[in-house]
C-alpha cells in the first residue's frame, strides 16, 4: 500500500492529541483502542467516499444500483 509517511505521522499525532484530552476528562481508554476506533472511522468515511463520487459521477443511484446507459 502506498501510503504518505506525513499522513501516517499525522493520524499519530492526533492520536497522542487524543489520549491528551480524553485523560484531561478522566476517560480511561488505552492508545490501541484508540488507533482501532480511528481505523474503523477512516475505514466507513473511504467507503461513503467513494459511494458518494460514484454517485456524483451519475453511474449510480444513491441506492447504488446502475444506472441504464443510453448506447
Known amino acids: 500500500m ?9 493520524l499519530t499525532a492526533m492520536i497522542g492529541v487524543l489520549m ?3 485523560q484531561y476528562f ?10 482501532s476506533l480511528i481505523g474503523g472511522v477512516l475505514a466507513v468515511a473511504g467507503i461513503l467516499l467513494s459511494w458518494w463520487r460514484r454517485y456524483k459521477e ?14
Not at 2 to 10: D, G, I, L
Not at 58 to 71: E, Q
Request: glycine letters at 12%; hydrophobic letters at 35%; aromatic letters at 6%.
Open 20 to 22: 491528551i484530552i480524553l
Open 58 to 71: 451519475g453511474g449510480i443511484s444513491l441506492g447504488g444500483f446502475r444506472k441504464p446507459t443510453n448506447v
Open 26 to 35: 478522566k476517560v480511561n481508554i488505552t492508545e490501541s483502542e484508540i488507533q
Open 2 to 10: 502506498n501510503y504518505s509517511t506525513v499522513q501516517a505521522s499525522n
